[in-house]
């Protein structure tokens, strides 16, 4: 199966090589990589461009958007995603791949980066207990900085809302009803520690609070 490996960037400059030679390094390469560049007014594009990989343009501002007109775009028969502020360690891609032949989607953990060590800790474990509280909800939470999926499935349902901050969650849930969804805890991913700007208790109230969102809107 092909890989395409896929990547919603505004203003970027600044991480997006780091996240590229990350990806460069796997030791299974995906197929394609596409920068989706979601109207940066900075050099995201060219420096993507400079690595070699596709760019495309979204002129629709928002992740929702920019994260759909990539999985449109795409090749591959595979979708990984992840952030521009993301470092995957080298084993990633082939973690995701093997998870997707035998499940519909696949997500993983995540780890702060450029933050005290005691907050990348918690950060790591936290999270985990939080994917883990969501699986016994029946809600698994498969953020776009860790996720992966099949394409052709994904595209029937619609791929991602393009009006709802949840957009990769909410595709998670689409998939769910179709197959079944695989925890890859193996697939560990770096993210920044920007996260983290409004504190700790404001991101952990926005996870578990949407974790119990009854919003109709989000589970169609």
Not at 137 to 164: D, T
């Amino acid at each position: 199966m092909k890989i395409s490996v896929i990547v919603p960037a505004y203003n970027e400059e600044k991480l997006l090589g780091n996240l590229l030679t990350a990806l460069g390094q796997q030791t299974h390469e995906p197929d394609e990589i596409i920068i989706v560049d979601n109207n940066s007014t900075d050099h995201t594009a060219a420096i993507a461009r400079s690595f070699g990989v596709r760019v495309v343009r979204c002129v629709r501002a928002g992740v929702g958007s920019a994260r759909q007109a990539g999985l449109e775009a795409a090749t591959g028969d595979v979708i990984l995603t992840t952030d521009a502020d993301c470092l995957p360690q080298s084993t990633w891609v082939q973690h995701m791949y093997t998870g997707l032949q035998e499940s519909i989607a696949v997500y993983g953990p995540l780890r702060f980066y450029g933050v005290p060590e005691a907050d990348a800790w918690f950060s790591e474990y936290g999270y985990k207990f939080f994917l883990r509280a969501a699986r016994l909800a029946g809600r698994p939470n498969l953020a776009g900085s860790n996720m992966g999926f099949h394409r052709k499935p994904a595209l029937e349902v619609g791929g991602y809302p393009l009006s709802y901050t949840r957009e990769d969650v909410i595709l998670g849930y689409k998939l769910m009803r179709r197959g079944q969804v695989k925890y890859v805890s193996e697939a560990l991913m770096h993210t920044s520690g920007r996260r983290l700007q409004d504190g700790w208790s404001r991101l952990l109230f926005k996870n578990f609070s949407d974790l119990f969102n009854k919003n109709p809107k989000a589970y169609r």
